[in-house]
Every structure is written in structure tokens, then in C-alpha cells.
């Protein structure tokens, strides 16, 4: 079982930043998959980036050159530094672990932290 808990959203005006982070409760921490996903309202949850335990990076396009998604395997940590920040970024971001082991699928959510971007 892996304990996700988020922090660091709020309100920022267009054009702004923010830094997201994921603290995870697990030993297995280096086993994951982490990655960020959002939800805006009336829409799907949305895949935004994803780190392999080696630090392989994947974005969204909508993404791609405006966010960062870093962890820390010391600190059991991930990370998600967001410049540049649109409207239509605002949503609730959630912090995800994902592990496949002896064909067995982990998926872990946290329970989101809310990004508003409004002037």
C-alpha cells in the first residue's frame, strides 16, 4: 500500500508558477512509476507527466516546455515545477504511483490539490 499526499496548489495569475510536490509513504519508492494527472471540471482526468524510477521524463504536449516533473528517491519525492501557467491549466492535480510486478498492476492516487490560474 502507498500513501500519496499533495501540496502546493493555490491560486496564481496567468503567466505564473507553481511547484507541486507528492510525498509518497513507501519503502518501495524506487519501484514506481510516479507521475502527475489532472482534472479540470467536466472533463476526463488527464495524464500530464510521468517519471520512470531512472528519471525518464514524458509529457503532455499541452505541457511540454512549461512543466518539470523531477523525484527525489531520498526523500520519496516527486516533484512538478509549472511555469508559464495558463487558465487552461486549472484543475485538480493528482499525484500517481504505478508499478507492475509478477503481473500484478499497483496504481496509487493521492487525493489532489486544487490549481486555479485566474487573474
Known amino acids: 500500500q502507498v500513501q500519496l499526499e499533495e501540496s502546493g496548489g493555490g491560486l496564481v495569475q496567468p503567466g505564473g508558477s507553481l511547484r507541486l510536490s507528492c510525498a509518497a509513504s513507501t519503502t518501495l519508492f524506487s519501484f514506481y512509476v510516479m507521475g502527475w494527472y489532472r482534472q479540470a471540471p467536466g472533463k476526463l482526468r488527464e495524464v500530464v507527466a510521468t517519471v520512470t524510477p531512472d528519471g525518464e521524463t514524458n509529457y503532455a504536449d499541452s505541457v511540454k516546455g512549461r512543466f518539470t516533473i523531477s523525484r527525489d528517491h531520498a526523500k520519496n519525492m516527486v516533484y512538478l515545477q509549472m511555469y508559464s501557467l495558463a487558465p487552461n491549466d486549472t484543475a485538480v492535480y493528482y499525484c500517481?504511483?504505478?508499478?507492475?510486478?509478477?503481473?500484478?498492476?499497483?496504481?496509487?492516487w493521492g487525493q489532489g490539490t486544487q490549481v486555479t490560474v485566474s487573474s
Open positions: 500517481n504511483a504505478f508499478g507492475i510486478r509478477a503481473a500484478v498492476r499497483y496504481n496509487y
